[in-house]
């Protein structure tokens, strides 16, 4: 990775005029040292006596210019000697430049006060850098400093401005406990060994961008008030960020994380952006808070990813990303949305329980493994989520939306009567983002899915919008799974009302985009504005699809729904010959496709009772026929031949309310109840009778079949 260049200091001295010592003709400059002030070497090539009468005339608190100057371990503790401050016994320094200045053994800066700017940029320490609990109440500069061995800011107070861009740590940095007050930017810095950052306090905003952490990297407990930066830094080693909390936005884009990220605890409270970042070791977010929102688009995850019990106030992205290795969401908690679009679960085995007060996006996610899918959620929407093995998802609350669903192996979607248990103790899940609500489940849409690997389990059907799926005959519905119905109530059709029975959707909808009068679309449901728009040919064919799928899972009754609703759709499609329609029309009519007891009943109770009328009236005769037998008179002895006969039965007259008697009435119910079950009742009948009695043991035993046919339909199992 490329560094940073190191930004030039302010408030420098414009002079530079180098040492020149120890000049050849390969390094004609020479020593770089700055002239100490009234001579013509640096501090470190200045004569004994001239250099005793320098540092002997330094009091603390003076401003003090090495540029470029090589200290030895000794000259610096002169240095730092003659600028003691008697109260603290500590070095007092006012601005101190050191820029380009080499120290060849440890630099002591030990709890040294810089009450003014501290310029250290392109320093090199070939020795211990020491800065344990200093002071800098200015600006401090270490761009482009090279730390050959150990550097120690261990408690350091920054109370302005930081800058160490371009630095390079060839071995351990501390920065424990220390305090940056100002900004810190640590721009393109080389971190060769381990660094410790925990317990530090970053006031203002800090810029970790294109930072190198070779080794491992510790920011446990470390706060973040303003924004932090870590834009495209690469943790090749571990990296601990256990218990850190970012007040501000917090950026992790593009960063690289090649051994383990522990992230457990931590409190986000501004944005949390890791946008493209790439965990290649395990990423673990263990209880960690994001207040605000959260964004991991196109983040890879080479390994396992742990969000456990994670809470995500905010909107949560995960877009596009990768997940390798395990992905667990175990008990984390989404109050607003959660985005998994485009995301790939190549080896995960479960995704959840989780808990979601808003929608979860699966659209365009792709599971490549068996998995159990667990959440509790308001809305979940896997539109175009592409399922290459088996998958169950257990879910509660939710309306499941599965348009476009690729699924190439059995799916099941089951709603949980009961709250998902914890994990990690014996309590079940909380589910206070969605309290008040009912925990049915509710789908949505299953249109462009093949319906052939699709199983559902109690789940509420009543808004399901069937259109575009195919093999919906294959469609296993198990458990008590719910259909729309028609409207209840005779409301302003009175006297008539709609049967109450399942429907599909589709139909609410046509009958909506239909009705002639609101009135007749009173009581179904509107249409979205993305509902397409289906003839009644195509819900028949729905109808008749989702029929032969109850039907192959013995649920006979729901079956028989939709069949009439299927004969419905035909009788109402106006592209089907009239004679079929006038049939179909009149199969209504009667008995309701076979499925109104009752309406045949009725009918039959009328055509009984009409006929009974008509016999009582019109078709008995006044008197029973009675035989006659003729012949003639003939001698004792000759043969007798005699014709019997029985004449025609008599018409009745007479007012006809003398017509009804209890005699007549007998006669005629005996009349009509033979002819329901196809029997002649033997009864002497006027003309018109006989022609009653023809029709009504031709339409009666049809009226009682069609009703008996209804019953069966009911009870059927």
């Known amino acids: 990775m490329t560094s940073a260049a190191p930004e030039p200091p302010p408030n420098t001295p414009p002079s530079w005029q180098h040492c020149r010592h120890d000049a050849t003709p390969a ?40 540029r470029g100057t090589p200290f030895t371990e000794d000259l610096l503790h ?58 800098f109440a200015g600006d401090a500069w270490f761009g482009g400093a090279t730390f050959t061995s150990d550097a120690v800011f261990g408690g350091a107070s920054f109370h302005a401005n930081t800058r160490f861009n371009g630095a390079t740590f060839a071995s351990t940095a501390w920065f424990t406990e220390a305090t940056f007050t ?28 294109g930072v190198a952490f070779t080794g491992d990297a510790q920011f446990d407990r470390a706060s973040f008030t303003s924004d932090a930066r870590f834009d495209r830094a690469a943790f090749t080693g571990h990296v601990w960020f256990d218990g850190v909390a970012f007040t501000g936005d917090a950026r992790f884009d593009e960063a690289t994380f090649t051994g383990d990220a522990w992230f457990d605890g931590v409190a986000f409270t501004g944005d949390a952006r890791f946008d493209e970042a790439t965990f290649t070791g395990d990423a673990q977010f263990h209880r960690a808070a994001f207040t605000s929102n959260a964004w991991f688009d196109r983040a890879a995850f080479t390994s396992n990813a742990w969000f456990n019990r994670v809470t995500f106030t905010g ?34 085995s479960r995704l959840g329980p989780l808990v979601c007060g808003e929608k979860v996006v699966l659209d365009g996610a792709v599971f490549d493994q068996p998995v159990t899918v667990e959440m509790a ?33 059995p799916v099941v979607v089951a709603a949980r ?28 849409s299953v249109g462009g899915v093949d319906a052939a690997h699709l199983a559902l389990h109690t789940i509420d059907l009543s808004m399901c919008r069937f259109a575009g799926a195919i093999h919906l005959d294959q469609l296993r519905v198990d458990g008590w799974c719910t259909f729309a119905t ?4 005779r409301g302003r059709r009175f006297p008539w009302r709609w049967s109450r029975r399942n429907t599909l959707t589709e139909e609410h909808h046509w009958r909506v985009r239909t009705a002639r009068r609101p009135a007749r679309a009173h009581g179904w ?62 199969y209504w009519a009667l008995s309701g496709y076979g499925l109104r007891a009752t309406r045949a009943l009725v009918w039959l109770g009328a055509a009984m009772a009409a006929t009974v009328a008509v016999m009582v009236l019109w078709g008995l005769p006044v008197d029973e026929p009675k035989p006659t037998t003729t012949g003639r008179q003939a001698a004792v002895g000759h043969l007798v031949t005699l014709t019997t006969d029985t004449p025609d039965p008599v018409n009745p007259t007479g007012p006809l309310p003398d017509r009804v008697t209890s005699e007549r009435f007998e006669k005629a119910l005996r009349v009509v109840i033979n002819s329901v079950v196809f029997r002649s009742s033997g009864q002497d009948l006027t003309t018109l009778g006989t022609y009653t009695e023809m029709v009504s043991r031709l339409a009666e035993p049809v009226l009682l079949g069609l009703a008996v046919l209804a019953v069966r339909s009911r009870v059927k199992r």
């Open 182 to 209: 100002g900004d810190a930017r640590f721009h393109g810095v080389a971190f060769t060994g381990d660094v410790w950052f925990d317990g530090v306090a970053f006031t203002g905003d800090v810029w970790f961008d």
């Open 315 to 348: 909107d949560a992205w995960f877009d596009g990303v990768t997940f390798t290795g395990d992905a667990q969401f175990d008990e984390a908690t989404f109050t607003s949305k959660v985005h998994f679009d485009r995301a790939r679960f190549e080896t995960a």
């Open 486 to 489: 028609t409207p209840t109530g």
């Open 78 to 135: 002169r240095l730092l000697t003659a600028l003691h401050d008697p109260t603290t016994s500590q070095a007092h320094i006012g601005n101190a430049w050191f820029g380009g200045a080499t120290f060849a053994g440890d630099a002591q800066f030990d709890r040294a006060t810089f009450a003014g700017d501290a310029q250290f940029d392109r320093a090199t320490f070939a020795g211990d850098a020491q800065f344990d609990r200093a002071t």
């Open 525 to 586: 449901t509107t249409p979205p504005q993305d509902a397409p728009e289906l003839p009644p040919a195509a819900v028949a064919t729905l109808y008749r699809q989702v029929r032969k799928s109850l039907e192959d899972g013995k649920n006979e009754p729901d079956a028989a729904d939709f069949y009439y609703g299927e004969c419905e759709m035909r009788r109402n499609d106006t592209t089907r010959p009239q004679g079929e329609r006038a049939l179909l029309t009149a």
């Open 27 to 66: 390094d004609p400059v020479g020593c770089r040292g700055i002239h100490v002030t009234g001579h013509t070497a640096c501090l470190a090539h200045l004569a004994d006596t001239d250099r005793n009468a320098y540092l002997n005339a330094l009091t603390p608190g003076t401003d003090i210019d090495h």
């Open 417 to 444: 009567p009961d709250p998902f248990s914890s994990l990690h103790s014996d309590d079940p899940l909380s589910e206070a983002e969605l309290s008040g609500r009912k925990a049915d489940v509710r789908l949505t």
């Open 377 to 409: 959620a308001r809305e979940v929407s896997c539109a175009r989520t592409r399922w290459a093995s088996t998958a169950t998802l257990h879910m509660r609350y939710a309306e499941v939306d599965l348009r476009d669903a690729v699924l190439e192996y």
